[in-house]
């Protein structure tokens, strides 16, 4: 920046403040010694130049950090349009504003941005005022009177086309390129539904005066939830024919479920980012729950935990860490997918009622505040009347998940169904789990469930049962974040496929019986069957596995089913 000058307000009077200006701080000098809650008024008159920054670059999630971003400017690229737009996090911000850049700061806010009047703004919170000046420009004054950390502070200018919806009075608006105005409802349109479904899920009515959902190019990150105004890269602008390959209402959830987690509350530390990402990530989970049902909801779990499986091969860090080498590092597949599959843990070990009325108390408690992850904690707890440091342990505060080899027998001298459950993970490297797991036994056309909780590095369980079951089900609600492996017998596999409730159930199931099977078997008779079933993703992985059955007797029938499913 351009330092000017800096000057003291002292009642009506104003005092020059000698500062020393080196790399990224402004050190100043007071009249006096201040104590922590006395009042200060700065004035800093300055230019800032973030493009004559060094850019160090970010994370898989933010890929620059110079703050202040000029798409465009000279208008050389015909097809781009001009622009200007900001990216605040991780602390970005302090390029373009003067500002004590830390996400456990807060701040209110009023911005005057003046532009030719071709161009539209927008910015945090309401616009309080429009003039047009007489020289072909235009001032707005955008203002934010409800408190949020400096890295959720926006603005952004362009030629946009605005459409406008509304949610209980708020504005919610969607600002688009020109040629994409009549498609912003088809791409965003769902938005006033998921303030509602949020609201109610949570018992917090969405808190902010406004919702912008902004697209702009070249944008360094997929998405950003600044307050009232989230910016999305110009990916998500569709036509007709793209959006029927995917309308992205997994980053529109995610970012408006950060007006919640992330900025309501706000993480104290970058060492907490997996309270803001891990519930953002949890909400698309949520609106596919809601909106698609549970198989497809469970198709993003089961990406997820693939996701961050993958990551763990090289990387496996507590979800709350403090020895990062920079607060970008905090942007990976562990604070965002694994945050998100711990939470699903805490909601199937809670159940939904207790579950919902914590995240409540969470965020009404801790209202404008910052908070680390033992604030999350004592609001379940206090909720629930239970004790969760050992859930918050392993899986905050500790690394890794368990691995689990599971064995079944059938005593029959005693009617007696075994469940042995072993956890392989390194115990001088990861913790021992305390997993609290359902087990659905499957006997005569019903289901029974029990609950047994795991807490020893090997540990077996029975269950009185008069026949031998055709099937036990561990994990039944399929929420574990662990690796398994399930020593089933190939019919055992087929009953869980024909009779599993759940999607994992019977992609499980297929799994195990499309590898190294025969045409003919069995296992192959499923895999045909797969290529029917009612879910997409298993379709497909049937699909990817019908070599056998290609080359054999069946391949017109497998020919004549897979043109009925080019033909849908």
Known sequence: MQINQVKQLVGKDSIVVKYDYANDSLHLVLDRAYSKDEPIQLYIDYIAKPEELTDVGGSRAITSDKGLYFINPDGKEKKKPMQIWTQGETQASSAWYPTIDAPNQKMTQEIKITVENKYKTVSNGIMTSSVTNTDGTRTDTWKQNLPHSPYLCMMAVGEFAIVKDSWKGKEVSYYVEPEYEKMARKIFGNTPEMMTFFSNKLGVEYPWDKYSQIVVRD??????????ATIHGDFIQRDDRELLDGNYQEFISHELFHQWFGDYVTCE??????????????????WNEYKFGRDEADIYHQNDLYSYLRESKTKNENLIRFHYDAPE???DKHSYEKGGLVIHMLRNYLGDTLFFASLKHYLTTNQFKNVEVHQLRLAFEEVSGEDLNWFFNQWYLDKGHPILTIDYNYDVALKMQKVIIRQEQNLNEFPLYKLPIDVDIYTNNTIQRKRITLTQQEQAFSFP???????????AEKMLLAVRKDNHSSQEWITLYKKGVLFQDRFDALQALATDYKA????????QLALSDKNWKIREYAINKIEPLAKSDAKESIKKTLMTLGAQ
């Open 219 to 228: 944008y360094v990150s997929g998405a950003m939830e600044n307050t009232s």
């Open 269 to 286: 530390s970058w060492s907490n980012t997996t309270l803001n990402e891990g519930f953002a990530t949890y909400a698309e989970y949520l």
């Open 465 to 475: 049962v008069d026949a031998k079951p055709e099937l036990v089900n561990v994990d």
């Open 329 to 331: 590092d905090m942007f």
């Open 520 to 527: 003919g078997s069995a296992e192959g008779e499923i895999v």
